[in-house]
């Protein structure tokens, strides 16, 4: 299945990269979430009811799509990014953030709004906490959209995070022929329109159970995908790598084991190797490594996009790293 669409998306690359067409066409285009990350490192996490001290904290950019799209045009691709922010510094970071990059952003401004913000705690180990805030003003809505923004591309990301509007985005591009690849993680009202516009879903460790009501995560990334005819369904299990169903069989890729300082952004940007893998063409299990070796990376540096590396440096660890077993975060 995941080497059928390949040909698809080359052919789709074709027809809309046409001199006519506007916007230009780009590899991929991501529409979800942005946000303002204030990172607050700790040297454990706090318990509850208790006074903790910390050092001093980091503003950054992060936000689920945003981060997966700046992963893609940091390795070559280009891209395209959606998405709505406030009219306060932290939207005008981002605009700038997206023109150093090189990324074609699409912005809709919301008018005294305040920019989507995640204060983020990480303990001594690596682990995050995040914490969100959103203003509804900034939310994403399918008016926002238009039609060329979507279809002219060869990938479509999508964080499922403003539901309305993910959802028209997915239709437009399947009815284009554009594959769609989303990145959920909450069951929001809506999420069933959506996953049925969804070619390649890859979801956070719980998502699957919610979704269907089955705890076994084998049966139930079957049943999603027997459901709503994905072609690909996928969960990322932290430490434990991925573990993935095409329709014909599992493939479980253990994590690669490097230093962790934070691992905020390890999803997004596995979301960001998969996307690139795929539009290589690339088999599955190397797709899968691929994108196992860019999210370790981010992990050993701070924020959400604090160790994106180039591909080569992605390469080098899934030829030179050990990985965790694949029965849980345990040295082999």
């Known amino acids: 299945m995941l080497s059928a669409l390949v040909p698809a998306i080359s052919d789709a690359f074709a027809f809309y990269n046409h001199p006519m067409t506007e916007p230009l066409a780009v590899d991929l285009v991501g529409v979800g979430l942005n946000a303002i990350d204030v990172l607050v490192p700790l040297a454990e996490f706090p318990t509850r009811g208790s006074k903790a001290w910390y050092t001093g904290s980091t503003v950054l950019p992060g936000g689920q799509a945003a ?65 969100c805030r959103k203003d509804e003003r900034v939310k994403l809505r399918p008016e926002d959209l238009k039609r060329e923004w979507i279809v002219n591309a060869r990938a479509l990301h999508l964080d499922g995070c403003e539901i309305e509007a993910a959802t028209l985005a997915a239709e437009w591009a399947r009815a284009a022929g554009i594959p769609v690849i989303a990145d959920l993680d909450e069951t929001y009202p809506g999420v069933d329109k959506l996953v049925e516009n969804v070619d390649y879903l890859i979801v956070s460790r719980d998502f ?125």
């Open 67 to 131: 981060t997966t799209v700046i992963a893609c045009q940091h390795w070559g691709l280009s891209t395209r990014y959606v998405g709505k922010l406030g009219d306060d510094d932290g939207g005008r970071l981002h605009r700038k953030v997206f023109a150093d990059a090189g990324v074609d952003a699409k912005l809709v401004v919301a008018p005294d709004a305040a920019s989507p913000q995640s204060l983020i705690l990480v303990d001594g180990g690596g682990e995050r906490t995040v914490l």
């Open 208 to 332: 699957p159970a919610r979704l269907t009501g089955e705890a076994d995560l084998e049966k139930a990334l079957r049943l999603i995908q027997t459901r709503y005819g994905c072609g690909l369904t996928a969960a990322t299990l932290g430490c434990d790598g991925v573990l993935a169903w095409d329709g014909r069989q599992f493939h479980l890729r253990a994590a690669y084991k490097v230093p962790v300082v934070d691992t905020t952004g390890a999803g997004d940007i596995f979301h960001a190797g998969f996307i690139y893998g795929l539009l290589q063409g690339w088999p599955i299990e190397r797709l899968l490594d691929f994108a196992c070796a860019a999210a370790a990376l981010n992990c050993t540096a701070s924020g959400a996009r604090g160790g994106i590396q180039a591909v080569q440096a992605i390469e080098e660890i899934m030829a030179t790293t050990p990985r965790y077993d694949a029965t849980g975060c345990v040295a082999s």
